[in-house]
């Protein structure tokens, strides 16, 4: 069973950056996705984006072209968010998420296609 912690969470003023890390404890072997889910008081979880194995990544409308998700090059368990132009609706607790995937399907953007989850870590923007 894979676990996962994050980290990178704080606060920081609107148009500010962020950059969150998601470690591992163990290598993947894939096909699999990892996504990063946020979930603000009083909403639901809200997929934000996602990274496969073979490196497609894809993203929520409300942060392309804002937010990265990456892998790291050598320690390929290790997925980064970078967020920039931080927007107050951005505030929320941020999860990284990890679930195997059926070959050329692409990451799914519901949380029960994930099977391990972190902690989550607060990133609030004001």
């Known amino acids: 069973h894979v676990q996962l912690v994050e980290s990178g969470g704080g606060s920081v003023q609107a148009g500010g950056s962020l950059k969150l890390a998601c470690e591992a404890s163990e290598f993947v072997y894939g096909p699999f996705c990892f996504a990063w889910f946020r979930q603000a008081p009083g909403k639901e979880r809200e997929w934000v984006a996602a990274?496969?194995?073979?490196?497609?990544?894809?993203y929520a409308d409300s942060v392309r072209g804002r937010f990265t998700i990456s892998r790291h090059r050598a320690k390929e368990k290790d997925v980064y968010l970078q967020m920039n132009n931080l927007k107050p609706e951005d505030t929320a607790k941020y999860y990284c998420a990890y679930g195997t995937r059926a070959a050329g399907e692409r990451c799914s953007k519901i949380t029960i296609s994930y099977t391990s989850w972190g902690q989550g870590t607060q990133v609030t923007v004001s």
């Open positions: 990274i496969a194995s073979i490196g497609p990544t894809f």
